[in-house]
């Protein structure tokens, strides 16, 4: 049974592994531009929604300008922080509403659509180093079957070529698995600072006493 498994494996070779390896660099790299340009525009908005409104308030603990021109305010910034004010503002004359608690379930809603395709990096970060290793194994049992097939005369050129070619597989699942692992930190870390700079906004609009 060894043996039958033995040549199964030297039959698959290392060729498809490098296949799929190339088709999840393709899919990284597209997660990464999906993710990141639409992330930086959000961000910027964000940022000037600080610059321009935001930072103010807290410098002046001014807690209520926030309720005027509410609609155009939302209109000139899309970004989190105006969205979670206006949520605020159309619910605090309704009674019986726990503002807390539909403010945090209003922000974590936009974090899960913010997180979109993310955990795809993790994912192919993760596993990606393993399926080039296994591509490794593969092309390295091939490399020991044509020696044992050219016999003990096979020019090490020859064995050198295999093994090297089989150690490419590892190569690759690195250089895909790198990349992968950074942006996949690199994203989160942006939304983080998106959903807290929208909870400090709600904090301090939901400090306000009528």
Same mark, same amino acid.
């Given at each position: 049974m060894i043996h039958e498994l033995f040549r199964i494996l030297n039959w698959m070779g290392s060729e498809w592994v490098l296949v799929i390896l190339i088709a999840l660099s393709v899919v990284t790299v597209w997660v990464i531009l999906q993710r990141w340009f639409e992330l930086e525009k959000m961000n910027g908005v964000s940022r000037r929604f600080w610059n321009e409104h935001a930072a103010a308030w807290f410098e002046n603990g001014d807690n209520q300008s926030w309720k005027k021109n509410g609609e155009a305010m939302r209109a000139n910034y899309p970004c989190l922080e105006a969205d979670t004010l206006d949520i605020i503002r159309k619910s605090s004359s309704q009674k019986g509403i726990e503002m807390d608690k539909m403010v945090a379930g209003y922000i974590e809603q936009r974090k899960l659509k913010m997180e979109k395709y993310i955990g795809i990096l993790g994912t192919i970060g993760s596993n990606a180093p393993f399926i080039g290793l296994l591509g490794t194994v593969l092309g390295i *049992?091939?490399?020991?079957?044509?020696?044992?097939? %050219?016999?003990?005369?096979?020019?090490?050129? !020859? *064995?050198?070529?295999? *093994?090297? %070619?089989?150690?490419?597989?590892?190569a690759i699942g690195l250089v895909v698995a790198v990349p992968a692992v950074i942006f996949f930190n690199i994203l !989160? =870390?942006?939304?983080?600072?998106?959903? =807290?700079r929208a909870q400090s906004v709600s904090l301090l609009a939901m400090s306000h006493k009528e």
């Open positions: *049992i091939r490399a020991f079957h044509n020696m044992s097939v %050219e016999g003990l005369g096979a020019s090490m050129d !020859n *064995i050198s070529a295999g *093994i090297s %070619e089989a150690l490419v597989a590892t !989160n =870390k942006r939304i983080s600072v998106l959903v =807290k």
